[in-house]
């Protein structure tokens, strides 16, 4: 089986070409796609592939130099930080929507059959009032979340007009080892930490989030691989891949300073534009039908990724 990994040297790229080379899924064929080749995970990453390409998917032209005969791409690659999108919109757009369509495009051209997606929770519902699921209607309020809410759109289109078989998965808030590179919550407060500044959070503290450890998020995906390839499979299917659990940054703070051994001082400000409130997603459906059942607390995932980025500063 022959698979394209777009963000390969990202982090959840990483980490799930780490557990395909464990997986029971043999005679794998791994051809990696990432714009940075210099990237923190690259090296490592290309150690675990097959093949790999250093290419923008924004430039369509520079994707005909990959192979014909792909049976199945898994679409990381994106620009995925809310702040961000809320300041550089036109950035977010090139990037996930362009280039997300690019390489429909060239899944198209070239017949490629199967197709799974990485979209977002939260970002995607914006303020929906948790938990949201499979059957709850996208209402984002970042440019990124409506990012990816037109690209699930798209695939839909895709999966309708060209027979191509889809699975959207729909992450919760991923943390663990390999992310060094990330500007996530965990990074800010482990940057924070090492410069003995207070721990920053924005609002009153009480906003919430669904956060999942790495290593169950690729599971997940390792199963959907499974399912797409069911002789009875059509179309297209969305599934949350979450812990069902809702942390505040607040508590988060507080496991993190617990997995440090230090107490940390907290500077409030104000709330940022485009960010949810509060956001968790069932996982009820992602159960049932991948059997997806998350090993890893948020504590497990704090502490890893603290041994993982300690052992790399």
């Not at 060094?180 to 500044?197: M, Q, T």
């Not at 998020?217 to 949350?240: M, P």
Request: charged share 20%; aromatic share 10%.
């Amino acid at each position: 089986m022959k698979i394209l990994i777009t963000g390969s040297s990202g982090f959840i790229g990483y980490n799930l070409l780490r557990q395909l080379r464990r997986s029971e899924i043999f005679n794998l064929y791994l051809v990696g796609l990432d714009f940075d080749n210099k990237g923190a995970n690259s090296k490592i990453s290309n150690d675990n592939l097959d093949d790999y390409y250093c290419i923008d998917l924004v430039d369509r032209e520079s994707l005909n130099v990959l192979p014909k005969d792909i049976d199945l791409v898994i679409h990381l690659a994106a620009l995925g930080n809310v702040v961000e999108s809320v300041e550089r919109p036109m950035d977010n757009f090139q990037n996930n929507v362009i280039g997300g369509i690019n390489i429909l495009d060239w899944c198209m051209k070239n017949k490629v059959e199967k197709f799974i997606f990485s979209s977002t929770g939260g970002a995607l519902f914006g303020n929906t009032k948790p938990p949201v699921s499979e059957e709850s209607i996208p209402a984002p309020i970042s440019p990124y979340g409506a990012s990816k809410a037109t690209l699930e759109n798209y695939i839909q289109a895709f999966s309708s007009s060209y027979s191509m078989k889809s699975i959207i998965l729909r992450f919760a808030n991923v943390i663990g080892p390999y992310s060094i590179h990330k500007k996530g919550v965990l990074n800010v407060f482990f940057n924070s930490y090492k410069a003995k500044l207070p721990l920053v959070i924005f609002g009153d503290g009480s906003s919430s989030r669904d956060y999942l450890h790495v290593d169950d998020l690729c599971a997940g995906i390792v199963s959907s691989i499974g399912y797409l390839n069911k002789d009875n499979f059509k179309g297209i299917q969305k599934f949350h891949l979450s812990s069902g659990v809702d942390v505040s940054i607040v508590e988060l703070a507080s496991k993190f300073c617990k997995a440090v051994k230090q107490e940390l001082p907290i500077d409030f400000q104000p709330c940022r534009s485009g960010e949810v409130e509060k956001t968790f997603a069932s996982n009820i459906l992602a159960k049932k039908e991948l059997n997806f059942t998350p090993k890893s607390s948020v504590d497990d995932a704090i502490r890893d990724f603290i041994k993982y980025i300690n052992l790399n500063t």
